[in-house]
């Protein structure tokens, strides 16, 4: 299968800084990719490269084996590029539906694909708003829309929930896993509970390098658990460490623990007998996840 | 195909603009501006066409910039009010144009829409799509005027109007051909300045300071390097007095205009978004 993207050997400088640093990945399509990284790790600027906003400074992007922003990625590949604004003097309707025609649909199809992608982002209201009678958010959603518009294959979204209301940002997020069968997304966030919830690949930015480059769906590591609780317990690294099979008890972080354990097929689960020492010991626990979260397997 | 999608493209690109200027409230503005200032010229000036030429006011200004030949040339026009169009508009709606083609990309730009855009064409489809628009504006805003003055000489003589309508087409390809490279230059000028109004300044700055700079240049080598060549309406007085008409009415604006779009092209493929 050939891929959709392919990356090798990505250099981006702007003046003296090296924004990106020999970058090589590939992705297939398939289940969401999640694009992780601190603040100015080159997440932006990846996306923008791979968007054909900015030229890369050396290295090969293919998309669908064409060059960024050649004509074999239009309407294939969509994006929500992190700053961009709709026009504020056209409606929304208007400026939509002129990227559908752009698309290659006549009026009547971009009017259809124009109310179909609102209603999936919940603003069949505000066809014919212009963009300043909008709340961020609403704004934020209505550009997400447009990179739904047609059957794009890639998707790519620049912190799509950044601003968003609680509500909004699941909404967006079950939008994405709904869709995800058809369309492969990349989402680059900061929430990385989100991304855990959603990708099954991330790759890992820091200072332009592509740190890690992991299949999260293969890689449940059952050596591992993660236990939530509702409060602080000071007794529980202690009770926990008493079975037998847990190896360590990290506290790390506030009122998360991370238990090593050794798989040694004793008769009671592990994860049972943890769930036991917590009932036994009146600790309230909020979850108990198989192996690291996301944040522990990358910081 | 792919040529194709190309074209539909840069013909949604053109459209976009005439809704722009025509169907919002700035482009309105900008229309009732233009409206106005034609108002003027077409109550105070083109009206009195008749007797307007044949005065020692219009010969003496209209001899600064036209030649004794070029004089006799426009003096002979059968409909006297194209004769006063003709030398209003050949220089009014290049400066028009400069302003009115001013924002092409660098407001969307600057505002991050080229990036939607972007991704549904290619830099040279837009930036072909939007000079596009903007020459269908001004043909828009040319026809208009032209259209009011062969009414006005129709409604003082109506034997004047097939004649006038002859010269009137005439005139019309000549204008259109005239703010062509005008409109160009600003398609450069915005494929790497972020705001219409720097792009207008630069504009002025260019008229003013490139043709100093070529005289000091071909002073300094003393030989003619045919640089002024590179200046939108250099053309223009060869055309108003009628001289060289092929090379000056067709050759150096659509030159100009190919030269300017391709530079811009260039420019604009390199450039960020």
């Not at chain 1, 981006?12 to 970058?23: E, I, P, R």
């Not at chain 1, 929430?191 to 890992?204: F, H, I």
Request: aromatic share 10%; net charge positive.
């Amino acid at each position: 299968m050939s891929s959709l993207i392919q990356v090798t050997g990505l250099n981006k400088f702007f003046g003296d800084k090296q924004a990106l640093n020999n970058v090589d990945f590939k992705i297939e399509k398939g289940a969401p990719v999640a694009l992780v990284g601190p603040n100015g790790a080159g997440k932006t600027t990846l996306f923008s490269v791979l968007c054909g906003y900015i030229q890369p400074s050396s290295g090969s992007v293919e998309i669908f084996g064409a060059l960024p922003g050649s004509n074999a990625t239009f309407g294939r590949l969509a994006a929500l590029p992190q700053d961009a604004q709709l026009d504020p003097r056209f409606s929304i309707a208007h400026q939509l539906s002129f990227y559908g025609q752009l698309q290659g649909f006549n009026k009547k199809k971009s009017k259809s694909e124009v109310e179909r992608t609102l209603e999936l982002v919940g603003l069949s209201d505000t066809l014919n708003e212009k963009p300043y009678a909008l709340s961020h958010g609403m704004r934020k959603r209505v550009t997400i829309a447009q990179a739904l518009m047609g059957t794009p294959d890639i998707v790519m979204l620049d912190e799509a929930t950044a601003g968003l209301d609680p509500l909004h940002a699941r909404e967006i997020r079950q939008l994405v896993a709904s869709l995800s069968s058809d369309v492969t997304f990349i989402l680059s966030s900061h929430d990385l509970s989100e991304l855990e919830r959603l990708c099954q690949q991330v790759l890992y930015l820091d200072k332009g390098i592509l740190q890690r480059h992991k299949t999260l769906a293969n890689d449940i590591d059952y050596s591992y658990f993660t236990l939530r609780m509702e409060k602080q317990e000071s007794g529980l690294i202690d009770g926990l460490k008493s079975i037998k099979q847990v190896v360590d008890v990290v506290n790390s972080q506030d009122r998360e623990y991370l238990i090593s354990v050794q798989q040694n097929g004793e008769k009671t689960p592990i994860d049972i007998q943890i769930l036991q020492v917590c009932h036994q010991q009146k600790w309230p626990y909020r979850q108990l996840i198989n192996g690291k979260t996301l944040e522990n397997q990358l910081f | 195909m792919l040529e194709l999608h190309s074209f539909h493209r840069i013909w949604c690109l053109a459209k976009f603009e005439l809704v722009r200027m025509f169907l919002t409230k700035r482009g309105a503005i900008a229309i009732a501006a233009f409206v106005t200032a034609w108002f003027f010229i077409l109550y105070y000036l083109i009206s009195a066409a008749d007797d307007l030429v044949s005065s020692d006011i219009f010969v003496t200004i209209a001899h600064q910039i036209i030649s004794t030949t070029g004089m006799r040339e426009l003096l002979s026009w059968p409909v006297p009010e194209l004769s006063v169009f003709w030398v209003v508009a050949v220089y009014s709606f290049p400066i028009f144009s400069l302003v009115a083609a001013s924002d092409q990309t660098c407001a969307d730009r600057s505002r991050g829409t080229l990036k939607f855009i972007a991704l549904r064409a290619t830099r040279a489809e837009i930036l072909f799509g939007r000079f596009l628009g903007q020459v269908l504006i001004l043909t828009v805003l040319i026809a208009c005027t032209l259209i009011a003055t062969l009414l006005m000489a129709s409604y003082r003589d109506a034997s004047l109007f097939f004649v006038g309508l002859i010269k009137s087409l005439d005139l019309f390809k000549n204008i259109l051909i005239a703010v062509m490279p005008f409109i160009a230059l600003m398609a450069f000028f915005n494929s790497f300045i972020r705001s219409a109004r720097l792009a207008i300044i630069v504009s002025f700055l260019f008229f003013g300071l490139i043709p100093i700079a070529i005289a000091f240049i071909e002073y300094k080598l003393g030989l003619n390097t045919y640089l002024t060549y590179l200046i939108p309406g250099v053309q223009l007085s060869d055309v108003i007095n009628q001289k060289n008409l092929l090379f000056s009415g067709y050759f150096i604006p659509l030159a100009q205009v190919c030269g300017y779009l391709l530079v811009g092209n260039i420019i604009m493929k390199r450039s960020s978004l």
